[in-house]
């Protein structure tokens, strides 16, 4: 048979779409051209192919050869058509049955011995494999990864020649399994660990059982990092198309192997505060998924907010609303998914200390002000909670009792969520349009003092909603059906942002 064809799959972004690899031989001067926008490493797999198969011992056909990579308009990059290229090689020239290469689906970079090596972004093309109801070969090193995908016959091959055998029916190739490594198993953080600060661990429950957006304001030392970093404890776990999605991130990020043991585990992302756009939100000559995206499902920590570039934490307005990021080039658009949490953290003041009863702190109000307004106010309009977390002296700490555990906590918040999917479909921080105005309906009463709050605090249509669905979310922790005042008056509590006034300097004896 001199025209042979087989399905593998590229990468883009986190999708994985279907290409048609097909070869064709034909008489003429030995020549081999490769088609369908391959990019370096493509183009470069005809020559570790041709030695991939002499060193495999067969043969490599002295015809001309056209391999065509369809469909001709996206493009291809990396070594992972190799094997697909080798097969198609060999079914086009007789070597091998081309009958069973229409059940499979294949991807691998190919060494110049013939060893398979392992690619990115194997998850979801395990994922999107199982849909078609094909077996996937893949190399062995990204058997742990692709057998995550539970609904996909997946096989693991060491080399060029196993897979040659499988295919002509005198072996079978072993099922991919997840694979165990040395890395240990981290404890989880436990919200028993904090020590006071009840109003900081109330905004967390509520931020949890909603979704919300946080901001812990105060300073160093008060526990700001530490009741972050509790937070994916007492989230309700990931489903399996949660952690799947979040999963194949990471598979396509190419961030070694390390995720493989806490891929159901919430992510909890704290990237440094000198971290570029592009760290954060993703890119690149081969575009790559940012933090946003890398903490998808979980929680996005910013420590030091101020201290970020304006021009870099504005990047994130969108994907706070959309869930998203979309990254542009000239020649494509990938989307990452980009649905996380927003926990960040901020001093008072630029010496850390405003506010502080010990009047430490020297610096002037207008100073204050404009170590504050670093953070633009779109983006703190999108943050539903601020929370101060105040100093609590070393000898009340002491004495203080050890809190709830993040077991207990996390048991309300599942009742909350609970509430919200059985009403809504979603948690209360994703309403929006008619569906919000449903479930946030006010009395009349209720409505002119909200009303009346938000015009003496300035805040914007979009904080009013932010509110709205805020005290909706506390109502469902006290399981109350409708928004009372006690539940407004909570949730307007957590601007103190928007009603933020420097006192006079006062100066202690």
């Not at 291809?76 to 229409?102: C, N, T, V, Y």
């Not at 505060?273 to 790559?288: E, K, N, Y």
């Amino acid at each position: 048979m001199s025209l042979a064809r087989i399905f593998t799959r590229a990468q883009t972004g986190v999708e994985a779409p279907d290409v048609l690899v097909e070869v064709h031989l034909s008489g003429g001067l030995p020549s081999l051209s490769l088609v369908g926008m391959p990019e370096a490493a493509v183009r470069e797999s005809k020559d570790r192919v041709r030695s991939a198969l002499l060193t495999s011992d067969f043969e490599f056909p002295a015809k001309r050869i056209t391999i065509s990579l369809a469909p001709a308009d996206l493009p291809k990059d990396g070594g992972r058509f190799d094997l697909a290229i080798a097969l198609g090689i060999l079914a086009a020239s007789g070597q091998i049955p081309a009958e069973r290469l229409q059940h499979c689906e294949v991807i691998g970079e190919l060494g110049l011995n013939g060893d398979l090596l392992p690619v990115t972004g194997a998850l979801p093309t395990a994922v999107q494999c199982a849909l078609r109801g094909r077996t996937l070969i893949v190399p062995v090193a990204n058997s742990g990864e692709v057998a995550l995908s539970e609904r996909c016959n997946s096989r693991i091959a060491a080399n060029l020649r196993e897979v040659v055998e499988f295919l002509r029916g005198d072996i079978e190739l072993p099922l991919a399994r997840v694979t165990q490594t040395d890395v240990p198993v981290r404890p989880p953080a436990d919200l028993r660990d904090v020590r006071g600060q009840p109003q900081a661990r109330r905004a967390l429950e509520i931020a949890a059982a909603g979704e919300h957006n946080l901001l812990f304001i105060g300073p160093p030392g008060t526990g700001k990092t530490m009741l972050a970093s509790r937070l994916p404890g007492i989230l309700p776990p990931m489903s399996e198309d949660e952690a799947l999605v979040s999963a194949s991130v990471y598979s396509v990020a190419g961030t070694g192997r390390d995720w493989l043991q806490h891929w159901r585990e919430r992510p909890f992302r704290a990237p440094h505060h000198t971290a570029s756009g592009v760290a954060l939100v993703g890119g690149g000559t081969r575009p790559r998924p940012g933090e946003i995206s890398l903490a998808h499902g979980g929680v996005l920590f910013l420590d030091e907010l101020p201290e970020f570039s304006r021009a870099v934490l504005d990047v994130l307005r969108e994907p706070l609303e959309s869930g998203r990021i979309v990254i542009s080039r000239a020649q494509r658009t990938l989307t990452f998914p980009a649905r996380f949490q927003l926990v960040a953290a901020m001093n008072p003041c630029p010496c850390g200390y405003f506010g502080d009863p010990s009047g430490r702190c020297r610096c002037n109000e207008e100073q204050v002000r404009r170590y504050q307004s670093q953070t633009s106010g779109p983006l703190l309009d999108r943050i539903d909670l601020h929370v101060e977390v105040p100093t609590i002296p070393t000898a009340l700490l002491q004495q203080a009792q050890p809190g709830e555990s993040s077991a207990e906590v996390q048991q309300r918040v599942l009742l909350a969520r609970q509430r919200q999917q059985q009403r809504q479909g979603c948690s209360n921080a994703m309403l929006e349009g008619d569906a919000r105005d449903r479930v946030c309906a006010l009395g009349a009463a209720e409505q002119a003092w909200l009303l009346q709050a938000c015009e003496r605090l300035q805040l914007s249509a979009r904080g009013y909603h932010r509110v709205l669905k805020l005290a909706r979310t506390i109502a469902d922790l006290a399981a109350a059906d409708s928004i009372g005042r006690v539940h407004l008056l909570e949730a307007i509590g957590y601007r103190s942002l928007d009603r933020f006034s420097a006192p006079a300097k006062t100066t202690t004896p």
